[in-house]
């Protein structure tokens, strides 16, 4: 039998784990981790063909790393784990002149912004595993293993911290079958490694775009700063360390307990 203090911690815990997994999965799949604010496009680049080549270098599957953050500083993109996304004239062809319309009253003439729409990109596999290099794009200037172990464990930490998770409700589910609450420890100690696996994810990711930043010029007028998935990602951490520490608190104090009630027993 588990008491209702234990019971009550247990689902608690369980709900907390819930929200949290939910958090970090829609945190992994939106691109809102880093946002970037600019001049709008028709006055960053000169021409037309200036946007069509920054387009064609943010969508090109062979773009390297210079060429697409480019194309997000320019272009007000947002940076995820998975996609990468700027804003674009929705008019077709890619870009033209804004049109201008008549002012009745005043006879003169408003020139009309063009509606912007959101282009995303997907990472592909080989990019997520791709080195990084000392001057951005430059394959010449050797490789950054800082930057290059960051990006990857930036890939990696939130699939692993996920899998944790569901490997602790499996754990769980057993213990429910098993009518025990001996195993409820390995599951605090899971989501405890989980939440440290959120917390490094969102760190190293700070911590590239930080580095990316200080080896590549930034042009007047750029802002950038971090968006809700991160902070997403990152309220998730908090979550899964509290609902470890209700598993392991349930375990611990329940185990405690059978003890000094066996010992009371057989005196």
Avoid at 166 to 175: K, N, P
Avoid at 206 to 217: D, K, Q
């Amino acid at each position: 039998m588990v008491d209702n203090r234990y019971a009550t911690a247990l689902v608690i815990g369980s709900v907390l784990s819930l929200l949290a997994t939910v958090y970090l999965s829609v945190a992994m799949g939106t691109q809102h981790w880093y946002q970037y604010h600019s001049q709008p496009a028709s006055n960053d680049a000169n021409n037309g063909s200036d946007l069509q080549t920054l387009r064609q270098d943010f969508e090109g599957e062979e773009g390297d790393e210079r060429s697409y953050s480019i194309a997000l500083i320019r272009l007000n993109g947002t940076l995820g784990l998975w996609w990468r996304c700027i804003q674009v004239p929705q008019e077709s062809p890619w870009f033209k002149e804004p049109e201008e319309k008549n002012l009745q009253d005043t006879g003169l003439k408003q020139v009309e912004d063009p509606v912007m729409v959101t282009k995303c990109q997907a990472f592909t596999l080989p990019q997520q595993w791709e080195s990084k290099y000392k001057s951005p794009g430059n394959i010449n200037s050797g490789e950054d293993l800082l930057r290059t172990y960051l990006w990857k464990c930036q890939f990696l930490l939130p699939l692993i911290s996920v899998g944790l998770v569901f490997l602790a409700a499996l754990i769980g589910v057993c213990a429910c079958l098993c009518r025990s609450i001996t195993p409820t420890l390995f599951v605090g100690l899971l989501h405890l490694l989980a939440g440290l696996c959120s917390l490094a994810t969102v760190c190293c990711f700070l911590t590239g775009i930080h580095l990316l930043h200080g080896l590549s010029e930034q042009p007047e007028g750029m802002d950038g700063s971090p968006g809700w998935s991160l902070f997403l990602a990152l309220v998730s951490s908090p979550l899964q360390i509290m609902a470890a520490a209700l598993f392991m608190w349930a375990a611990r104090s329940h185990r405690q307990h059978y003890t000094r009630m066996t010992a009371y027993r057989v005196a």
